[in-house]
């Protein structure tokens, strides 16, 4: 009986929250929508940064867990082959292999294109796979030739072979696949050579103590862990995540102080009516728990639409309001649909940094007039 | 029914704009009476109502309504006690703005937690005592004074208080309204409620109605009749 009531109780002082949040409705509407718009961007930030981290621990799960790299003057320079044959006598080692990569230039496009000559390149000498980017950039489509100035200065033709997929568009955007051939006579590199080497561990944890081997056998290398490029990538999105943040500072400020002064100002009205509330037997607590009410909806109603929102510009559009800003400034902007990505961290962050302080702002100022005798209505 | 012995109530106590509201009130009120306290503006009506409606407590002095002392109770149990055994009517309608005439009678019925078709039912039972029940589901904006004065008299009765407490519920109301709803005191009274209604109004300690006037003055009880 008395679970019964309780439950009717609050059934009841939910309506009335309902009611009175409908009476002023303009009002709330407008705090509702500033509120969900300052959610919405916030959450995109947080969403694209953790997604696009997401992207990159994807991409790089496919990477060598270390690669070595020579480095002359503490610039990288190409590395002699013969090294690979060391570095697969270190005890632990389980692949070693020489990889063929390097930039090109386009004066065309105004453009850096990433050449690589990948071992299993299943196309024959005079062949050539783009990404969408270069693609579009170019005008170029399968079975086109292309020409590009080599570093001697004279022109290769190459026969577009197939364009790279899409949905791997974050790193092939800029991406040319040649053979081992062409990639050497390209850029002049003798067989005796290679870019870096990519080095397997049988235990991924030993990767440091074969680091170590590495730069006490080869002194001029510099190994490079796949942490510590995934740590490097954390650290641009986070700080990009942080410029973007720091760019709408305003923005939350704005909405900062618009909240503030809705949720702790109470109006005479306002004052008014938890008078009458008490007047009439409402206890304290049940004022509180309307307040209390009030500020849930209006805050979890923004919440949610705002991270909806958010979710659907992120994954669906692209994030196209602050896409140059985020993905970085390349002149290829890479076309693609990010992996939905989402945890109950980041939801919990942003709960924890949205609504709880806007709950509690609005039950403050409603506790301090719910407090007092409820005779002053009376005068 | 309710007895008060020397209350006193002091705002803003010790400061220089101390006012000494009630100064030591001995007052007994009989059960299934209507009493009007009257006197000036200023000379402590609001405040005694205020304070045996359980609104405020006193600054000194002790309360027994019906052989319990209230004085002391906890806040939890003052609300407790203001909801099921007080009704009152204020001074302007103070109703709420937005909602309809139903919703605002049912204000104080919430708090309780009974099912919602009995106090819908007690509520369109005391509309229609009221002669209003046809402006149920309108929005209190548009009453009339009068009809806004009888929705606040079913709103303080929707819990069946034994005590009803009105303050100047005449000063917005014509002459005619005023007839009208001292008309439903006595019919209130009929049905074995005791009433207490500050008022300076003639048309109320006037009434036939009425038992018994308490004049007030500079917070004192000036002649009891």
């Known amino acids: 009986m008395l679970i019964r009531n309780w439950l009717q109780k609050n059934r009841y002082i939910v309506e009335f929250t309902l009611s009175s949040l409908l009476r002023r409705k303009g009002k709330n509407l407008a705090l509702i929508v500033s509120y969900t718009f300052t959610i919405f961007l916030l959450s995109s930030v947080m969403l694209f940064t953790h997604a696009i981290k997401e992207e990159a621990l994807t991409v790089l799960d496919n990477a060598p867990q270390m690669v070595i790299q020579k480095m002359i003057a503490g610039r990288h320079e190409l590395i002699p082959v013969a090294y690979i044959e060391r570095l697969r006598q270190i005890p632990g080692v ?44 170019r005008s170029v489509y399968k079975n086109d030739i292309m020409s590009l100035r080599t570093y001697s200065g004279s022109v290769m033709d190459f026969k577009i072979a197939a364009s790279l997929s899409s949905d791997s568009e974050l790193v092939s955007a800029d991406l040319m696949l040649v053979s081992t051939g062409d990639f050497r006579r390209f850029f002049g590199i003798p067989d005796s050579f290679v870019t870096d080497i990519a080095i397997e561990a049988y235990n991924p944890r030993e990767l440091n103590i074969v680091a170590n081997k590495v730069t006490s056998i080869f002194p001029d290398t510099r190994p490079i862990l796949r942490g510590d490029i995934l740590r490097t990538y954390e650290a641009i999105f986070n700080w990009r995540g942080g410029v973007v943040v720091i760019v709408l500072t305003g923005t939350f400020f704005a909405f900062i102080i618009f909240a503030w002064d809705k949720a702790t100002g109470l109006s005479a009205d306002d004052r008014r009516e938890i008078g009458v509330l008490k007047a009439v037997g409402w206890d304290t607590s049940d004022v509180l728990l309307m307040k209390f009410w009030e500020g849930a909806i209006i805050s979890l109603t923004s919440y949610m639409v705002g991270v909806v929102f958010a979710y659907a510009h992120v994954f669906f559009l692209s994030s196209s309001l602050f896409e140059p800003f985020l993905k970085g400034w390349s002149v290829l902007y890479p076309r693609f649909r990010l992996m939905p990505a989402l945890n109950a961290n980041l939801l919990a962050t942003l709960f924890f940094l949205t609504v709880l302080p806007y709950t509690v702002a609005t039950i403050l100022p409603s506790w301090r007039a719910a407090t007092t005798d409820p005779d002053t209505v009376m005068r | 029914m309710i007895s008060l012995f020397n209350i006193r109530k002091v705002y803003n106590a010790g400061k220089t704009s101390e006012v000494v509201a009630v100064n030591g009130i001995d007052l007994d009120i009989e059960g299934n009476s209507v009493t009007v306290l009257s006197g000036p503006s200023g000379s402590g009506k609001t405040t005694l109502l205020s304070i045996i409606g359980c609104m405020s407590r006193p600054t000194e002095g002790r309360i027994i309504l019906s052989g319990m002392e209230i004085t002391s109770l906890s806040e939890r149990f003052m609300t407790e006690k203001r909801r099921m055994t007080f009704g009152i009517i204020f001074q302007g309608a103070n109703l709420i703005k937005g909602i309809s005439v139903l919703e605002n009678v049912l204000l104080p019925a919430y708090p309780c937690g009974e099912r919602y078709g009995y106090i819908k039912g007690r509520a369109m039972q005391l509309l229609d005592e009221m002669d209003i029940s046809d402006k149920a589901n309108a929005n209190v904006e548009w009453l009339s004074g009068g009809e806004a004065q009888r929705v606040t008299i079913a709103r303080a009765m929707i819990n069946n208080p034994s005590i009803l407490i009105a303050d100047e519920p005449t000063a917005h109301l014509d002459s005619r309204l005023s007839y009208k709803f ?39 009880l000036n002649t009891q009749g």
């Not at chain 1, 850096?112 to 005079?126: E, H, M």
């Not at chain 2, 008309?183 to 005791?194: A, H, L, R, S």
């Open chain 1, 94 to 137: 389980s692949a070693v292999k020489g990889r063929l990569w390097g930039y090109f230039y386009d004066p065309a496009t105004g453009s850096n294109f990433t050449l690589i000559a990948p071992d299993d390149f299943r196309y024959s000498d005079g062949e050539i796979v783009i990404g969408q980017g270069i693609s579009r950039s």
């Open chain 2, 182 to 220: 001292m008309d439903i005191i006595e019919g209130i009274k009929k049905k074995g409620k005791t009433i207490l209604i500050a008022s300076h109004d003639p048309i109320v300690y006037d009434c036939s109605t009425v038992d018994r006037v308490v004049n007030l003055r500079d917070g004192r």
